[in-house]
């Protein structure tokens, strides 16, 4: 008797998830004493065995979090633009992933995606200082505005540990393939860095704002309220943004 097309789909999807709850806010963020933003984020993984392969992480990797928050320069600093300190820019996960039981040749293709729980339902967000319409507050919305990198933005790199002679990785433009043969286990770190988009030049933006002063903007007390909008624009969009980097079985 044949497979169910489920039964199916769930031997093929053989699946690790990592889901990185994305935390903005410039990590507790004051503007000229203005505002203040938080937003936390966590990381968990779910590993789902099947086909005979088991993907693991070790547990003291869980407690991961991804932050677009402020860089530790920023921490109560004489710029006009600071922080507290309480939550510094982390965009990098690192993961050692280890893979085991193939009793087969296989192949997973790995990928990082966003999901956005608001999406449907953001409305516009009016800068309360500056009157401005930024639009719906969304995650699409914040990579199509240049405020954060999307995946085509995401670097990836993923080096073996152990068991290279069962385990290789290939990079091919945008897709990156993980290959595996049956033996023993073999584990390899995963690194993922997320960054900032060119609408900050690609830096955070405590680099970006800082370099503005009342010297080099003729209306800077209009220039700081617009950063502010932008910063709580961005903090809005991020809430409820999750990224998964998945290893899907393709062979």
């Known amino acids: 008797m044949k497979d169910s097309p489920t039964k199916t789909l769930l031997i093929i999807c053989i699946t690790i998830a990592v889901l990185a709850a ?56 004489g710029s006009w633009l600071y922080s507290d300190g309480e939550m510094s820019e982390n965009l990098r996960l690192v993961y050692d992933v280890t893979f085991s039981g193939a009793t087969e040749n296989v192949s997973f293709a790995l990928t990082v995606t966003a999901t956005d729980e608001k ?36 670097e990836i790199a993923f080096d073996v540990i152990s068991g290279g002679e069962n385990l290789s990785y290939q990079q091919d433009g945008g897709n990156h393939i993980i290959n595996l043969s049956s033996g023993g286990d073999s584990t390899a770190r995963l690194t993922v860095t997320f960054s900032w988009g060119e609408k900050f030049g690609g830096v955070n933006p405590y680099e970006y704002y800082t370099a503005f002063t009342e010297d080099n903007v003729e209306d800077f007390e209009n220039f700081k309220r617009e950063a502010a909008d932008t910063l709580e624009y961005l903090s809005r969009c991020m809430e409820g943004v999750a990224y998964k980097v998945s290893f899907t079985r393709t062979a």
């Open 119 to 154: 999406e449907d339902d953001a409305t516009p967000f009016i800068g309360p200082r500056t009157g401005r319409d930024f639009g719906a507050a969304t995650y699409k919305n914040a990579v199509e505005g240049g405020y954060i990198a999307g995946n085509d933005g995401t």
């Open 22 to 77: 994305v935390g903005f806010g410039l990590g507790a963020w004051y503007v000229s004493g203005q505002s203040e933003y938080t937003f936390t984020g966590n990381v968990s993984v779910e590993g789902v065995a099947g086909g005979g392969v088991s993907i693991t992480v070790p547990d003291d990797q869980l407690s991961q979090s991804v932050v677009y928050g402020s860089p530790k320069e920023a921490v109560n600093g």
